[in-house]
């Protein structure tokens, strides 16, 4: 085998490098240690004052590869709200730098288009999950954290299993401290890997999240959910995260000391949750593959999309 000369090597690598850190700098903004940061959400309005809770009148941007999104999509399957609001499935666009619209709406082809019709001088980041209200226009709100609050209380007169409550008086305490650890080392741990731009900021993160991964296996083993015999919005917010976990995170995001299928524990929490009406149809895993491996080109360079691991455990 020809190995390039030195000089080739040394100066590919410098540029390659140069280029690498100016991307992520765009796409991972990071602290001076190289952690990142991920940036707050911007619209935070609740169904309150001027929005009512109607049906048909909010509609859920959301791409099936986005993991805080699919928050979203779980608890509205869960509580039954598809004929009250509908979702706009969008497309992960790298070339366009964000997400397209699947059809022109407004004059808008891409979702910046829409945050920027909705206010027109916003120059922040135009993510989904978005909440959009048909009838003024707006954007409601873009944290997915709140987005499932509302959907679990604010649209119960429209839903099929009005029932089912996700955050009872009784576990707000519990829901409140595992959405804390969850975030910082699950959630957000398993970005703070791929997006890492210090070896000292992967080697932290990295610690965090199998550590927080190693405690959640050992709860498991003796209790259902996360915070007892009752699914909560603290289990659908690790869910969207696990799901993905041996799909893309364990190698593309550096994830790779254990997979989900090496805790026993979790690996049954994972596929009981999967299992529960509706779930598995917000599972999109061929395009969960496709949208990172091909748009987060910092990541992927050679834009090879691997083949789908084996994922038969789930049923």
């Known amino acids: 085998m020809a190995i390039p000369p030195s000089w080739i090597v040394k ?45 048909r009148r909010y509609r859920l941007y959301v791409g099936w590869s986005c993991p805080w999104a699919h928050r979203t999509v779980v608890v509205r399957a869960l509580k039954g709200l598809e004929d009250a609001i509908e979702i706009i499935i969008l497309e992960g666009d790298a070339n366009a730098g964000g997400w397209k619209l699947p059809k022109s709406e407004h004059d808008c082809q891409t979702l910046a288009q829409l945050y920027r019709f909705a206010v027109p001088d916003y120059k922040g980041r135009s993510t989904v999950p978005m909440l959009w209200d048909t009838d003024t226009y707006s954007i409601v709100n873009n944290e997915s954290a ?34 804390e650890t969850i975030y910082q080392t699950v959630n957000n741990g398993v970005y703070r890997c791929g997006f890492a731009q210090t070896q000292a900021a992967y080697d932290k993160a990295a610690t965090d999240l199998f550590a927080t991964l190693d405690r959640v296996n050992d709860l498991l083993a003796t209790q259902a959910y996360l915070c007892g015999d009752s699914l909560t919005l603290a289990d659908i917010r690790l869910f969207t995260t696990l799901i993905r976990f041996d799909v893309v995170y364990h190698h593309l995001f550096k994830c790779n000391r254990r997979r989900i299928q090496d805790y026993p524990h979790i690996q049954a929490y994972l596929t009981k949750i999967y299992q529960l009406p509706g779930v598995a149809a917000t599972c999109d895993f061929p395009t969960i593959l496709q949208d990172y491996y091909g748009n987060l080109f910092p990541l992927n360079p050679g834009g090879i999309i691997p083949q789908l691991p084996d994922l038969s455990y789930l049923g």
Do not use: C
């Open 11 to 55: 100066t590919g690598r410098s540029i390659w490098t140069q280029i690498w850190q100016l991307m992520m700098s765009q796409l991972a903004p990071p602290n001076d240690r190289g952690e990142y940061q991920r940036p707050p959400s911007e619209f935070r309005h609740r169904i309150e004052g001027k929005y009512a809770p109607q049906p």
């Open 146 to 179: 709140e987005i499932i609050e509302i959907l679990n209380s604010e649209f119960n007169d429209y839903a099929k299993h009005p029932e089912l409550d996700l955050a009872p008086i009784a576990l707000q305490d519990s829901i409140a401290q595992w959405n």
